[in-house]
Nanobody
Framework: QVHLVESGGGLVQAGGSLRLSCAAS????????MGWYRQAPGKERELAAA???????SYAESVKGRFTISRDNVKNTVDLQMNSLKPEDTAVYYC????????????WGQGTQVTVSS
């Protein structure tokens, strides 16, 4: 059974930093693309950052230059370093996994709340 467990959310002031981590189990982690989605109140879930099995990264325009996604295929973790946080980054952040870009995001974590105060 696949489990994705996020940690590291919390309350931070605008301009501050947070680092989210997602621990994966039950899958061949190195073979999966990983992503961080976020959903703000009243808004659709959006893909903030993704990393392929080969380490290629992509980011939403709104977070480029501020967020960095990385993975550790030994520890089976994927992290999201968030710098220069803005109030509009406030959302529930979800870790997700998919086998390839041709498949949907199949596995999801339970989410972790990030709140950025102004």
């Amino acid at each position: 059974q696949v489990h994705l467990v996020e940690s590291g959310g919390g309350l931070v002031q605008a301009g501050g930093s947070l680092r989210l981590s997602c621990a994966a189990s039950g899958l061949t982690f190195g073979s999966y693309a990983m992503g961080w989605y976020r959903q703000a109140p009243g808004k659709e879930r959006e893909l903030a950052a993704a990393i392929t099995s080969g380490g290629g990264t992509s980011y939403a325009e709104s977070v480029k230059g501020r967020f960095t996604i990385s993975r550790d295929n030994v520890k089976n973790t994927v992290d999201l370093q968030m710098n220069s946080l803005k109030p509009e980054d406030t959302a529930v952040y979800y870790c997700a996994a998919r086998y390839s870009s041709l498949t949907s995001w199949r596995y999801w974590g339970q989410g972790t709340q990030v709140t950025v105060s102004s």
